[in-house]
């Protein structure tokens, strides 16, 4: 029975506390966070759970393996690194710290420890992505073109971040995990509308060795929530919408083969080439099965699957981005 | 009654036909183009027209007042030249010309001859585009933040210009329309997957002085047909689905005034925060509205609302977004 | 080269001229109709064809083989019945007649005649419905159950007919068309909110000895318009959407199997339970086709698609239902 | 604090127990079920509840006032008779009871020992239904002409009550609940495709004096789900779409006035008439509204909203609907 602390208690950690409790093989003993009301509520959902305000209650306790931090992401790098230094194993909230410097900081450290650090990227635990990874792995997409993706809607104007940092993990993570190659450039675009001059839209632009463009559009200043990734390949394209409760991804035949054929002349193309299909995902959480790979990856002392690598990766293509957005948007190679 | 004569009779050319056949005021009689068989077919569905395969023939026929340009792009320039210096009004199909220089050229023969010379941007005739320009006018948005459109489906790879050339027309007239103010830069990105290194994937963000950013996403290998547009401003938002038959303007009420009193703080906004209105649209032809307002123009000696200063700006931009193309995407000022 | 006369020019005539004007192997030579006006729009259009004001002129006309009867559906039966006994092949609109003597009557007399007799169910003429003929009789939706269909907007509040006269038809032919067996009972119930008494809002149930249900809802006091059918086998259910641009059919894998095995107990089953299938469709005018098919069988001696059997059994069950309108829409045996 | 006990622990119970925690003013002190694994499970959630697999420790606890009943609908009448003669104030799932007899008996009953008697129809405590009833109370409507709801979709086949009394009870909630009129005739046909000979589909028809068409169409074999009523009066038209998570009610003019002056000629009307208005919704759970109207009404002695008529009527309308499915679909008078 491996024992599991969390710190912060916020908006996310219900989340985690609830799935971490219906693991098994593991249990919560201890949640941490500054604000005694948020202890009150963690005891009053679970009343088996011990609380407390101070992080070093958990960091110092020799019963707990593990811990779980979902604390503000200017802090993940020292917490993370106490945890490390006593020999914890450690979850941190996306992303994974504030600067690639800090994250592989903690990388070095966590292969000295020899502990599983790990970063939660729930997202790449969805059945959606499972079912899309295993699509691309099997080439059934045929050669990758491009990936679009939308992730919009009226949201939390973030006081520290601006709209990338808040929403674009989500779309890098799942590009990191899904194309086996890192990007040549990396280029930004965006616009604030408020006096803290953070961006609240901002479009992403990758660019891949191999012919890949990839792009993410992100806003919190519009009325309708999409998201929508389209991953294109010269034999199918997958249209993935997030909000569909029942078509969440869609299949679509390019019929490009038919126009390599003409490839000299112009082709007038329909609406759609090919057939459509449509595969059943199951509804299941996908919180609760990272939680299981947290436990699990402790246990068999292998890599999970949202592993440190990603979590580096996606800070740093993050980092390049905020370059861009500073220097006229312009294309900054990923090095 | 204003006697037309059409050159060109491709793939719009009937659609020009039949609507300009259907207008008061004005008579096709004569088609010209390169292929017979085009002319047979234009021969037998307007048994009254007469037809050649000599620009000329129509250029130098003093019964012919307006003459109608829907050749390809390349041959804009020195038809609508030839058109002008033979005192004839002139409709060229979009994008007016190949480079601003030309297009700035034709303007200033077209002002000392005294001649309307319109480009055929259909699109701002349509009900929809007139409601949002009401809207718009009558300040009902508030101050406007943000255009970003989404125009992408599975296209005509066009052999001479790229997929921006071909799709993006249509947003900036829009936006040009639209928006009172000149972009202060403006950014492209995108890809090609072909062998002709023509992009089939391409980004274009524009900025503004008064702090809008337009973003417009163009593609000819989607396999979804999307033609979206988001116009914010801080009062209301509008988005324009062309596709939708009944649905094509939604009115969201921002409730930005409630989120200004909390600027300091984050703000948690659900999914929606105001109710939704959807004006009816109704159906009608705007080629025939177009086609109108040429005649119209050409009677009173007004500015048609396509009329040719859009016309150079579009190019413009699209000059301007092909160098940034061509220097790692880098944002350039629109001068 | 058959030649053709078209005898009403109203709502629907341009139509019929237009495609049958594109058809190989036979010429309209005249149109008639009791209206001046709509004559001469009919000579605007198409100069080459003949006009008059006088049925007579086109039934007895020696060179006439073949007659379009397109007028209101009170004289379908005198009209049809002079062109039978001048010896021409007679194509009707929907529905045959306005009683299913008058019908048969009709059948009788083109049969005695050896003349092709057809009813312009356009409908089944549609790809989509070709497509679904196909999966029906190749069984791979297994047994069929239940045939469920919606059409309903906001519509022409006819002042002869109800609304299942004007509405069902379409659904009606589909169904004869698709299943191949006679209903056992037929059920209707509806609501007028006019003065005229004519039923606006009105359900028909079909009941069939093999256990199909098929169910048919029509009203012209929606303001949503919807064109919705689901055709439920054991093993897959249809959806067909007419108003769906590229996504007309979708097609369901209904899990059945996995069920028969728990028949004994309760099945809590979640959304979907199998994948899904969207053929592609391609767009083209069903009116050609049902015109082709018209001279085809003039040619042939063969039954067209849309013959006459299926135009009688349409009227039929139309005038079952109306009697159980008026019985307490109690079921009434088709006999 | 008023005290509550929880008979029954099934499918809907947690959702029951989680909510009445969270109800101020009242506190659930035990819950009983005949299955001690379910019991575990509530005492694994809540451990200061206590648990009992005897009925008589709930209904025979003095200190108890409330009971809550989520059992079976066949054990409704005697233990919601039990609660009731030891002077307890009894909610009880719905449908009421398994007739129309027990329904009324149990009302009696709660009017002689001065007790609240409620029915758990959450639904008339949603948001929307809130809002379409102050709509229809407002008279915006205007004269309500129809009510016409799917619900559909791949279903647990019950094994001891057909798909009417299955979901049916929804839409008659509704109706009886924003409908001030009793129904003048109900009518209901179905097919039955399993051998139990339980109605897996069933089309349910009520007819108003004042010329309201009601129809409700219920399957547990759509492989689509669909919950979607509309509610047409002679102004506006109401679309209600549940599974719609922001656009649940759309408002639709109908523009009637413009067609009752044309009353006596035809009248070609387009897809849409008027303007569309779609009302913010807020999110917010119904089941945790009915608790707290549970707990005011035994507070204040007044009627909740889901009150005993309504489900007396409930029972009644299925209790008909039953007759006319076995007498070949007829309209039975509601009496």
């Known amino acids: 029975m491996i024992k599991i602390g969390i ?31 948020r202890l009150e509520l963690a005891k009053k959902q679970f009343p088996s759970v011990g609380i407390t305000l101070q992080a070093g209650e958990i960091i110092n306790n020799d019963e707990i393996e593990a811990v779980v931090i979902a604390t503000p992401v200017s802090s993940h790098y ?9 020999d914890k194993h450690v979850l941190v909230e996306k992303p994974m710290a504030k600067s690639s410097r800090e994250a592989s900081a903690l990388i070095s450290l966590a292969r000295k420890k020899e502990k599983i650090l790990m970063v939660d990227y729930t997202f790449l635990y969805s059945l959606a992505v499972r079912k899309i990874k295993k699509l691309i792995d099997r080439n059934e997409l045929g050669k990758i073109q491009y990936f679009d993706s939308t992730r919009i809607n009226l949201g939390l104007f973030q006081s520290d971040i601006n709209v990338l940092w808040d929403l674009a993990p989500h779309d890098i993570s799942m590009l990191c995990h899904l194309i086996h190659e890192n990007p ?17 839209i901002a479009y992403l632009t990758l660019k891949y060795k191999s012919g890949i463009i990839a792009h993410i559009s992100c806003s919190w200043s519009s009325p309708v929530k999409i998201r929508m990734t389209l991953i294109g390949g010269d034999k199918k394209i997958i249209r993935y919408d997030d909000l569909e409760p029942t078509e969440k991804i869609k299949i679509y035949d390019t019929g490009y083969n038919i126009r390599s054929e003409e490839k000299k002349r112009k082709l007038l193309v329909s609406y759609r080439v090919g057939d459509i299909y449509i595969p059943k995902i199951d509804n299941q959480e996908p919180l609760k099965e990272m939680a299981e790979d947290f436990i699990k990856s402790i246990k068999s002392h292998n890599e999970p699957i949202a592993n440190c690598k990603i979590g580096l990766k996606v800070v740093k293509i993050l980092e390049i981005a905020q370059r861009s957005l500073k220097s006229k948007s312009k294309e900054i190679p990923y090095q």
């Open 7 to 37: 710190i912060g208690y916020g908006y996310w950690g219900p989340n985690l506390l609830r799935n971490f409790f219906s693991v098994n093989g593991c249990s919560v003993i201890k949640v941490c966070d500054l604000r005694k009301k």
């Open 78 to 86: 020292s917490l993370a690194r106490r945890c490390l230094l006593a």
């Open 184 to 200: 040549r450039s990396i280029q930004a675009t965006g616009i604030s509308h408020t006096v803290n001059k953070l961006e609240n």
